[in-house]
């Protein structure tokens, strides 16, 4: 089965850190751009990173920019979000994501991803 998996999730204090790990099975995700979302209790699912097939390009909200990283490792068909100095407004379900393979346009809507994971809570406390 084609499928991602987010893992690293859970509670944190405001301030702290956490790292977010999607794991893509059924075929190498090398060229896909792969992307992380969030979703809040009674919000609409937003975006927050990505990270295209053409290595170095990235592209990150402005509310998570210089506190988030996004990463991945192709070998192991695995995608990153490293979340820093997290906040209250970091709440949210996150979502990773990917595109088809040699996807070109920006990444940036839901719509431009096909396969999606199951989600991982993050709660940052005050």
């Known amino acids: 089965q084609v499928q991602l998996v987010e893992s690293g999730g859970g509670l944190v204090q405001a301030g702290g850190s956490l790292r977010l790990s999607c794991a893509a099975s059924?075929?190498?995700?090398?060229?896909?751009?792969m992307g992380w979302f969030r979703q809040a209790p009674g919000k609409e699912r937003e975006f927050v990173a990505s990270?295209?097939?053409?290595?170095?390009?990235?592209t990150y909200a402005d509310s998570v920019k210089g506190r988030f990283t996004i990463s991945r490792d192709s070998a192991k068909n695995t995608v990153f979000l490293q979340m820093d100095s997290l906040n209250a407004e970091d709440t949210a379900v996150y979502y990773c994501?990917?595109?088809?393979?040699?996807?070109?346009?920006?990444?940036?809507?839901?719509?431009?991803?096909?396969?999606w994971g199951q989600g991982t809570q993050v709660t940052v406390t005050s």
């Open positions: 990270i295209h097939w053409i290595p170095g390009r990235t």
């Open positions: 059924g075929r190498t995700f090398s060229s896909s751009t």
């Open positions: 994501a990917a595109t088809r393979p040699l996807y070109s346009g920006s990444a940036y809507y839901s719509n431009d991803y096909y396969l």
